[in-house]
């Protein structure tokens, strides 16, 4: 099986070129709970989808209370049929109690699942930090801003989604 995939070049995030798909929509989920980070998470995703080309509705954006939540929103996002790729974002701090086991657990293996089941891929925008400064820093702060890499991933995949339904 062969599948070829259009090209635009961009200098973005990972690769020198990104493939361009028409009529893209991207669904994203984002959990409120520290809504510092995962809104900067968003701001980057979104702003990244728009510098690739895409209008602004490309993109639909839900909230959900926590991390815990993504995986629900995420399946339901999918279910509805709408969507070329979903992006989960979210948050999750190191603390004193198991807690933030518990939630990193639960959430990578819902993403886990919901790529292993469906039929629409799911990106994992997850920050999994010891402390809030390490999440700021990956959230447009001094290292990068994990959601544009999370918006690349939405487009490669959705094209490559895309490659094998045309075949």
Known sequence: MSTELKKQDNNQAGSNSL??????KVGIVVAEWNAQ????LLQGALDYLKESGYPQDAATVVHVPGTIE??????????SGLFDAIIMIGCVIRGGT?????VCDHVTQGC????ATGNVPVIFCVLTTD???QALDRAGGALC???????EAAIKMAAFKHAFAQS
């Open 19 to 24: 493939p361009m798909v028409d009529g893209l």
């Open 37 to 40: 980070v995962t809104e900067a």
């Open 70 to 79: 993504l995986t629900y929103g995420a399946a339901q996002m999918a279910r």
């Open 98 to 102: 198991p807690h933030f086991d518990y």
């Open 112 to 115: 886990a699942m919901l790529n």
């Open 131 to 133: 402390d809030e400064q």
């Open 145 to 151: 801003n994990k959601g544009t890499e999370a918006a």
